[in-house]
C-alpha cells in the first residue's frame, strides 16, 4: 500500500486485496513521485514504474483534507494505521470465517 495526498481516498467501498503480508510505504515531503523520480534512488535505470499507482495494489490518501503541506511520519503512521485498522479487521474476519467453513467449524465456536 503507497500513501500520499494524491493517492486514492478510503472510503466504506475501499478494499484489500488477498494479502499474506502488508507493507505501508511512505513518501518523504515531495511525495512518493518525487522518490521514484529521484536519480540517487536508481529507480529510473530499472524498470520500476515512475508512476506510484503502477506500483501499489493500493495507493491511498490516509489524511484527506489535511491542512498542512507536509505531515511528519509519526504522524502518518498513526493516521494511516486507525484508518486502515478497520479494512484490517474486516480482511482478517473474512479469512477466519472461511478458514473455519473449510475446517467445518463455526465462528467463535469452541
Not at 4 to 30: C, N, Q, W, Y
Amino acid at each position: 500500500v503507497g500513501t500520499s495526498e494524491r493517492g486514492d481516498a478510503v472510503s466504506r467501498k475501499t478494499k484489500l486485496p488477498h494479502f499474506r503480508h502488508m507493507l505501508i510505504v511512505f513518501g518523504g515531503p515531495g511525495g512518493l513521485e518525487d522518490v521514484l523520480a529521484d536519480e540517487q534512488c536508481g529507480y529510473q535505470a530499472k524498470e520500476i514504474p515512475s508512476d506510484p499507482r503502477k506500483l501499489f495494489h493500493l495507493y491511498l490518501n490516509t489524511v484527506p483534507r489535511q491542512c498542512s503541506r507536509t505531515i511528519r511520519t509519526e504522524e502518518a503512521l498513526l493516521a494511516s494505521l486507525s484508518v486502515l485498522n478497520p479494512l484490517l479487521v474486516r480482511v482478517q474476519n473474512v479469512s477466519t470465517m472461511a478458514a473455519t467453513s473449510t475446517a467445518g467449524g463455526e465462528v467463535g465456536g469452541e
